[in-house]
């Protein structure tokens, strides 16, 4: 089989992103290896530069510093410096930090600490509040100041887990989760994934993953959703295992990046689509991937109009299987949808694929997909 280029590992494949933070440069780099890419964020990030309660705590913090610092997430940290900056506390706040011990709840914790000029002293593997109890209590607490930036849901325990060890905690939420900035965007994202017009659906945060499923379920279209998951024709993918845990309670297969970044939430995307890990079959032209925006045949992919792609996703599904005309009625979007509309639709996909014996019509039965033995 012919290895595809980078730049169009993802033709074909739709996107969405449903983040609200940097989703920009996930989409970019998506888009370069030719994704369509759409942005769905299932929740906003109210930020606290103006929050009062927050900068009082700030100065707090520059009064009486902490001996331990505790970063659960990276976006949130970099908010806090940026926020002290944007009100004249940011030489006072890093001398105060400067002789804490750092502990990072997870690799982007990690980085933001190292780009505020700051060592984390021990970073939390597997990414939960619970290690960094954990760690903490075994570490001995007791008569500890200790400072705690939360993320946007607020506290998750911690706080309460480390002033029964005898810790006096101080806790800072630098930002919180407010409502998605287009609900309805929201609601077709999870149509679009659960009716085949999307290829993958990606989560940044646990919060942001969620509310995507609270909204599919109120559509209706979460059972769709896990079918498709579950089928391997749409990817879930999160950028790591705290993210994936919604996803998971709602029994949606889930592939999970391996770093914990978002470049490597890309590259787990690209080399999904593009290193032959997505759901193919071998038929008499060449091995066959099917996508929202069209199929890949022996390599080559070749752009299909929605219909032709509906059909075609239908006809993989069912693995060789005679589909009727109103089997394959069902799947065309639109409200033509019966044998004529099938046979005319048929007949497009034939024209598309250039002459590819791929789909082959059984005389009073329907139509199926040319399977060949692997």
């Not at 969405?16 to 759409?38: M, N």
């Not at 679009?192 to 989560?203: R, S």
């Amino acid at each position: 089989m012919p290895v595809r280029t980078l730049d169009s590992a993802l033709a074909g494949c739709t996107i969405i992103v449903a983040a609200d933070r940097r989703s920009v440069d996930l989409a970019t780099a998506l888009e370069r290896r030719g994704a369509v890419v759409h942005r769905a964020p299932a929740l906003s990030i109210v930020t606290g530069a103006d929050d009062v309660e927050m900068l009082a705590r700030t100065e707090r913090v520059i009064a009486d510093p902490p001996d331990i610092v505790v970063v659960t997430t990276g976006v949130g940290f970099r908010g806090w410096m940026d926020a002290a900056h944007e009100h004249g506390l940011d030489e006072a706040l890093d001398a105060a930090l400067r002789d804490a011990h750092f502990v990072a709840r997870g690799p982007k914790a990690h980085g933001a600490i190292q780009q505020a000029g700051f060592t984390a002293d021990w970073v939390a593997e597997s990414e939960t509040s619970a290690e960094v109890a954990e760690y903490l209590r075994a570490s001995g607490v007791a008569g500890k100041r200790i400072l705690v930036q939360h993320h946007g849901a607020g506290s998750d325990g911690l706080d309460e887990v480390l002033t029964d060890a005898g810790a006096d905690v101080l806790s800072i939420t630098v930002y919180r989760w407010g409502p998605p900035p287009d609900p309805e965007v929201v609601r077709r994202s999870a149509m679009q994934a659960a009716g085949g017009e999307a290829d993958a659906v990606l989560f940044t945060s646990a919060p942001g993953a969620a509310s995507w499923i609270a909204v599919a379920q109120e559509a209706g279209v979460l059972d769709g959703i896990r079918r498709r998951s579950h089928s391997g024709r749409l990817l879930l993918a999160s950028v790591g295992p705290i993210t994936a845990a919604p996803l998971h309670a709602a029994d949606l297969h889930t592939v999970i990046a391996d770093r914990g970044r978002l470049g490597s939430l890309a590259r787990t995307v690209i080399s999904h689509f593009g290193g032959g890990r997505a759901p193919s079959l071998p038929t008499e032209p060449g091995r066959v991937e099917v996508r929202s925006g069209g199929v890949v045949v022996g390599g080559e992919f070749i752009p299909l109009s929605r219909s032709a792609a509906a059909l075609l996703e239908a006809l993989a599904s069912a693995g060789g299987r005679v589909l009727s005309r109103a089997d394959l009625g069902g799947v065309l979007p639109g409200a033509e949808r019966n044998a004529h509309a099938v046979e005319v639709a048929v007949a497009r996909l034939r024209e598309a694929l250039g002459g590819r014996e791929l789909v082959h019509t059984v005389v009073k039965r329907g139509y199926r997909l040319a399977v060949t033995e692997d």
